[in-house]
């Protein structure tokens, strides 16, 4: 019997809704921003910043690189929220990619991109959580053995074992455990670090910064004026203002404010009204600009003015200096916690920022094992991995295989990253941030050519409608973004100070996007040899 | 390859809980020749879940769908249908004193569900006959627990289009098939909603007269309880309607579902219902299938089953387009 809500106005419109089962999606819009803004990594971010930039590449702004790397986020969010509403299912780039450019690219740049999260973030995530959280907690406190410890090999791997293993519950318990982790812990983590760090730069914003670096470092037996002559030791010169390092740069940003699209690379099929547009665009945009102006510009701009660019630059390329005896100057890494502790030296803020960092080290790690699983699920489902990687636990429905192989993965992955050669250890981190990148310019090239590769998609999509005289919006957007994001890759793969002109890095991109392809052939072979059609599973079936 | 192409005798293209979705059963009409099927068999769930009034009054035609409200003119009116019959609903066109009435009168609303959902059922048949029927490409249809007993007049009158409802049916050489569309109870009181014992009773019946259960299609609306088909959240039913509780999950299946299943190891069972719960999972030698649905998306969940000549389930394959 139907039910229904009579209204006497003008406007009735109530609908008369028979009684009976429906479909259900787990996670809210709010959900999907929330993760989003995981994603991005928020304090995390600042690892990639400081204080790289200055050092590597003179005359760099980062302001400028964080406004630039949001424009392109626009851009991003555009062709994602386009192909995410329309085609919301799990699966995330493999769907979009086979159906609007085709099956081999489709499956082997979404798993090569998956292979090199694998690598990079379970155990990148449990270092931030360890390095930037934990033991400048225990320092602060008197725990000084306990930090100690951490910071060794043996402490580094045993906790990133802890942290996957966490995260492995967290993901396998169910989007019901994820999302209240996300909700209680995660964001709050985020927005208690990113505010302290606000708070503490504005109320400091009058501070003497040379005596405020001097008193901090006494310690350490470093000054002010001693960072600066290291610097001139080192041959810094002051630079003005260069565009192309600047742009350079949004290679290493790319990989943060442009993912709080991040849902939609894997989890729109637990998305309620993935379908519908313009709440999925404002689900990416929110967040990607809490977390690059909020989170990034602002403290950023703060800093400069608090600190001075000039002593910055001077202060990394100290830091980053091959001679030991220059470099000894700054002997730690001059990362956003620090700077923030010279202006408030305090345990309390101490712990505060620190509590950020253990936020973001899970939130980017557990974001990416929840999307990642969903990816490879989506594949097995269709045939193109083997099927047990699409299995599901009756009792918790979530795909418990994967997630387990995942850890497994992950933990010799932890091994090598606290044990390994450093220098190879720091490439493949380069490989992280560029192959997140390449599979969204794929995607964006996908978001391009959808209107006119898979016309029988468009047809029924929200972003049809939405046209520049007879040229499909989703194309001009996204062959922006495939633009762009083509002339990012050329630089991270030839410019050194992006780390991946070496041998391990390239090696690391080769193995796991060559590795998708070989899979994609061998697997289909065999499915074959079985009867097993996979080219079924991506054909697009028309409305008659 | 060539050698295993041979092999595959027949394919069956297997498709569930529809629930009057415009443009997912425009996809199945073109999905059976896409995927190279030889044989259509519909799932149960073939009624829509709403009766969404579309009201004429002096700003135009308004209407609320998916809790996004609408006001379109007369131009606009087919497009604002065409989404409303996508989503599995059925717009009725109606002037403002016209619905304050039907709002007030349940049974009339329920008449008007009625008569929508038997020209929607009798209008599929007419279309899947004119498009199968040339091309010698069997169609079988049962309905589903959603479904209303009075579309079996529906099935049972349509050409070409075989109502495989608690009937046995040969559908490939040495295959026998046995379907029905009834379930075990749900918290909305369905028309085919039956007690367990009275589903393993029907069930029973036709499975007792196969000739070689081993050999047969299962084709069971509701799926095996705890067979990780059945995955459902967990309701609150102190709300009319029962709402679901996000993040809860629970197995909904049939245990009459599972104890014929158990017993007679069938080489398929088919099954919908839940539409979350696609895969394929292992019962003993069964291979159960559910495909899910994704109708409110305009997405086709789908499952190809493949024989050998002998009869034999040689595969099967989870699709979605």
């Known amino acids: ?544 | 390859m060539a050698f295993r192409k041979q092999q595959r005798a027949a394919r069956i293209l297997f498709v569930t809980d529809l629930h009057a979705s415009e443009i997912t059963f425009r996809k199945v009409l073109s999905a059976v020749e896409i995927y190279e099927a030889s044989i259509l068999m519909i799932g149960g769930d073939l009624a829509g879940k709403r009766v969404v009034p579309v009201v004429a009054g002096t700003e135009g035609y308004t209407t609320s769908v998916g809790g996004e409200d609408f006001v379109v003119d007369e131009a606009g009116l087919p497009d604002l249908v065409t989404r409303i019959k996508n989503l599995g609903q059925y717009p009725i066109v109606l002037g403002l004193e016209e619905y304050n009435v039907l709002a007030q009168d349940p049974e009339g609303v329920h008449a008007r569900f009625l008569e929508a959902s038997h020209a929607q059922c009798a209008d599929w048949m007419k279309r899947l006959a004119a498009k199968f029927e040339p091309k010698g490409i069997p169609v079988y249809v049962t309905g589903g627990n959603d479904d209303f007993m009075s579309i079996e007049d529906i099935l049972d009158a349509a050409p070409w289009v075989i109502n495989a409802g608690e009937k046995i049916i040969e559908v490939i050489p040495g295959v026998e098939m046995i379907s029905t569309g009834f379930g075990n109870p749900t918290p909305w009181n369905c028309p085919r909603d039956v007690p367990e014992e009275k589903l393993l009773e029907i069930i029973t019946t036709m499975a007792d007269k196969l000739q070689d259960p081993k050999t047969a299609i299962f084709n069971l609306h509701v799926p095996p309880h705890g067979s990780g088909l059945d995955q459902a959240p967990l309701l609150d039913t102190s709300v009319v309607p029962p709402r679901p509780i996000i993040g809860e999950v629970a197995s909904v299946g049939s245990t009459a579902v599972k104890e014929v299943i158990e017993r007679y190891q069938p080489a398929v069972g088919l099954h919908g219902h839940i539409h979350e719960s696609r895969g394929v999972q292992k019962l003993g030698r069964t291979t159960c299938v559910n495909p899910g649905s994704e109708y409110t998306e305009g997405i086709l969940r789908s499952a190809v089953i493949d024989f050998t000549k002998k009869g034999e389930l040689l595969n099967v394959q989870l699709l979605g387009a």
Not at chain 1, 348 to 361: R, T, Y
Not at chain 1, 468 to 496: D, H
């Open chain 1, 1 to 544: 019997m139907a039910d229904s809500t009579p209204d006497m106005g003008a406007s009735a419109k109530s609908a008369f809704t028979r009684t009976a089962s429906g479909l259900v999606r787990e996670m809210s819009i709010w959900d999907t921003a929330l993760f989003g803004l995981l994603s991005t990594g928020g304090v995390y971010s600042f690892v990639y910043l400081y204080p790289f930039p200055q050092a590597f590449s003179p005359g760099v702004s980062v302001p400028w690189v964080i406004l630039l790397t949001l424009a392109l986020g626009v851009i991003v969010y555009f062709a994602y929220a386009g192909l995410g509403s329309a085609m919301p299912r799990a699966g995330g780039d493999y769907v979009y990619e086979t159906r609007t450019i085709n099956r081999v690219i489709g499956f082997s740049i979404p798993w090569g991109s998956n292979v090199v999260f694998w690598l990079v973030f379970p155990a990148t995530g449990a270092y931030v959580i360890n390095a930037l959280g934990l033991q400048p907690i225990f320092n602060a406190f008197g725990l000084e053995s306990w930090a100690s410890w951490l910071a060794t090999a043996t402490g580094g791997f045993l906790f990133a074992v802890f942290v996957i293993v966490v995260e492995w519950y967290l993901a396998t318990g169910g989007l019901r455990v994820f999302r209240r982790a996300q909700r209680y812990f995660m964001v709050p983590c985020y927005v208690i670090g990113g505010g302290t760090i606000l708070a503490v730069f504005l109320f400091k914003w009058g501070i003497n910064f040379e005596q405020a670096f001097n008193s901090y470092n006494a310690a350490y037996d470093v000054t002010y004026a001693g960072v600066k002559e290291a610097a001139a030791q080192a041959g810094y010169v002051a630079t003005g203002f260069n565009l192309k390092n600047t742009l350079i740069w949004i290679v290493v940003l790319a990989g943060t404010i442009p993912f709080s699209m991040f849902a939609a690379q894997g989890m729109l099929g637990e998305v309620k009204d993935a379908s519908n547009f313009g709440r999925l665009f404002r689900a990416f945009l929110l967040p990607g600009a809490v977390m690059g102006i909020g989170m990034l510009l602002i403290p950023w701009l703060l800093l400069q003015r608090v600190a001075g660019v000039e002593f910055l630059n001077q202060f990394a390329t100290a830091w980053v200096s091959p001679d030991t005896s220059i470099a000894s100057a700054v002997p730690y890494t001059p990362n956003i916690n620090i700077y923030v502790q010279m202006l408030a030296p305090s345990k309390w803020v101490v712990l505060l920022v620190s509590i950020g960092f253990i936020g973001g080290g899970f939130g980017i790690s557990s974001t990416v094992i929840m999307n990642s699983a969903r990816v490879l699920m989506a594949m097995s489902l269709d045939g193109l991995l083997p099927a047990f990687l699409n299995k599901v636990s009756a009792k918790l429905f979530t795909p418990v295989r994967a997630l387990t192989i995942y850890m497994c993965v992950a933990i010799p992955i932890a091994a090598w990253f606290n044990y390994g050669n450093q220098t190879v250890v720091l490439a493949i981190l380069a490989g992280g941030m560029v192959s997140a990148t390449l599979v969204v310019g794929f995607s964006c090239l996908g978001s391009a050519l959808f209107p006119f590769t898979a016309p029988e998609i468009y047809e029924g999509a929200p972003v049809r409608h939405m046209t520049l005289g007879r040229i499909p919006i989703i194309t001009l957007f996204g062959g922006a973004g495939a633009a762009c994001i083509a002339v990012l890759i050329f630089w991270a793969i030839t410019e050194s100070a992006l780390g991946l002109t070496t041998t391990a890095g390239r090696a690391a991109l080769i193995g796991a996007y060559g590795s998708g392809f070989v899979i994609y052939y061998v697997w289909g072979w065999y499915e074959r040899s079985r009867g097993v059609d996979t080219a079924l599973t991506t054909k697009e079936v028309p409305p008659e």
